[in-house]
């Protein structure tokens, strides 16, 4: 058993707790930049560095390296200096504190950009990533990491682009994979007026949690893949609502939450028979 010497008191958590939390938000501020491998590189040189000269007993190299400590730093923040601005501008924005900000959200995007497709009659397939990954089914597309705008997912879908045919997947707020083969539903009960694409809706969301759209090349309908249940034909007011009861983040009211939560499970269970291509 550890004595409770050995153990640290509350200031070493507290202490312990505030350097993962520096370095988690280092790590994700530089992830993806061009100062993620420079960082990498100096974490690794650190790391031998340190472990040599103790190991070894370097005294004159541990000496030498702890008065350079300080101009290590001065040239830390010249070279990151991009990274650290983006970092700052991040931390001021307002949705970084908030997940109910004005700015417009990904339910506000995703409906821009299914009523224009469905206006337009051009077919779309989008599966919003829940709790449950997709990267096997991310696997079958073409990799991608963008920011989730209508224009973006329109011109996926338009017809004869590279990747408009199949389906794309969001996950944490970004566009991660398109011209994607979802799996097809093997619901007996399902339709046989519906098309591939809500098929693939439904097979979706019966091997995952994730929320499928669904616009009809046909008709221009616009369906919902969701927990194995297919919902067709929404509006505009009812699409925001079911989107806004899953993918809303941030305190809800439980009487709000509740009745929401109904309300999809009614949808669920009602389901509308309206037959869609």
């Not at 058993?1 to 312990?16: F, K």
């Not at 925001?240 to 709000?256: A, D, H, K, N, Y």
């Amino acid at each position: 058993m550890l004595s409770a010497g050995i153990l640290p008191d509350i200031n070493g958590l507290v202490e312990i707790i505030c350097l993962a939390a520096a370095f988690y938000y280092i790590f994700y501020f530089l992830q993806g930049t061009r100062g993620a491998p420079m960082m990498a590189g100096l974490i690794t040189i650190f790391i031998v560095t340190s472990a040599a000269t103790r190991f070894l007993r370097l005294e004159a190299l541990t000496w030498l390296l702890e008065r350079l400590s300080v101009y290590l730093a001065v040239a830390l923040l010249i070279i990151f200096q991009p990274e650290i601005r983006h970092a700052l501008a991040e931390i001021g924005k307002r949705h970084f504190f908030n997940s109910l900000s004005r700015t417009p959200s990904l339910v506000d995007h995703l409906l821009q950009a299914v009523n224009l497709l469905a206006n337009r009659r051009i077919g779309a397939l989008i599966a919003v990533e829940q709790s449950i990954g997709t990267r096997p089914i991310q696997e079958t597309g073409v990799k991608m990491d963008s920011t989730v705008t209508p224009e973006l997912l329109t011109s996926i879908f338009y017809p004869h682009t590279p990747l408009h045919d199949g389906g794309v997947i969001i996950a944490g707020n970004r566009i991660v994979a398109a011209r994607c083969t979802f799996p097809l539903s093997q619901q007996p009960d399902l339709s046989n007026t519906v098309g591939t694409r809500h098929r693939a809706a439904a097979g979706m969301s019966d091997e995952t949690d994730a929320i499928v759209l669904v616009v009809s090349e046909e008709s221009g309908n616009i369906s919902v893949g969701h927990k194995g249940h297919l919902i067709q034909n929404l509006d505009e007011d009812q699409l925001r609502r079911f989107l806004t009861g899953l993918l809303l983040q941030g305190p809800v009211r439980s009487s709000r939450f509740t009745k929401m939560t109904e309300w999809i499970n009614h949808l669920m269970k009602s389901g509308k028979k309206t037959s869609s291509a």
